[in-house]
């Protein structure tokens, strides 16, 4: 009986490793489909602008350098896709970064109010091409001090107001506010008057690469990370993102972000562009 006991011990031990390995291959099998995509839609969205810079130094040397106003013309078209790729490989980059955990967050305190403002700034010339508006509501005369990773935060304002103007109505308006909440948060809205996007699509907006609309965002220059890389940060940030929506409307993303306990500012004065 001392044998037949120790046959069932073994039994149930090889049954168990067996079902460990089988589980590791499923994980390893699900982890290799997610590089090949990953892999694919990288190789995919580097080429189309690899492909117009090659175009344009081909027809250069081909000829076409000898006129000297045809060959600004598309050196600067060259430049542009150059200025696309590089920005494609941040974007690759810091999605890597924020999908391995790697990024660490450098929290301080600083005045969200502040950097609202600055990223309007930089992106007034981008509106102003669009004839969109900017409006912060100038109700926010006092500093509100919250406290994260406030280059991340500039990226995370900065996409989502980027967005705004990608996929808003001509002569249109983007809209930040904040509002307190209890428990020590505030909630910063951003919202434009655009072309919104249907239910069917809310729930894959984060996924990286997602497009609802392949070619008009592909034009416009996205990546198709913008709203994976705000994810990601918010998540890192133990906060969420919301987004309202009504297709031909317009859209709403919504965050919230920690109050700082202290009011003193911990953050540097100037906010990088
Ligand atoms: P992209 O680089 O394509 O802009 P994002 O990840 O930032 O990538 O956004 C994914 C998709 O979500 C966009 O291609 C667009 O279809 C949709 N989208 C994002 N923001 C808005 C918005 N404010 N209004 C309408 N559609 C939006």
Redesign the pocket.
Known sequence: SQITTDMATLTKEVERFAKGKKLEIETLQVRETYRKEFMGNVSHELKTPLFTVQGYILTLLDGAMKDKAVRKKYLQRASKGVERLVYIVK?LDMITKLEAGDLHLNKENFDVVELIQNVFDLLEMKAAKKNISLAFDLLYKEPIMVNADMDRMQQVIS??V???I???KKGGTTEISIENLIKNKVIIR?S?N????EKA?IPR??????????S???K???????????KHILEAHNEKIY?E?VYGV??E?SFTLEKSKNRTKTGRKKIKP
Request: negative net charge; without cysteine.
């Open positions: 974007d996409n989502l980027v967005n705004s990608k996929y808003g951003v434009d655009g072309e919104g996007i699509n907006l984060f996924e990286r690469f997602f497009r609802v609309d392949k008009g965002s592909r416009e220059g996205g990546s198709g990370l913008g709203l994976s890389i705000v987004v929506s317009g859209s993303f």
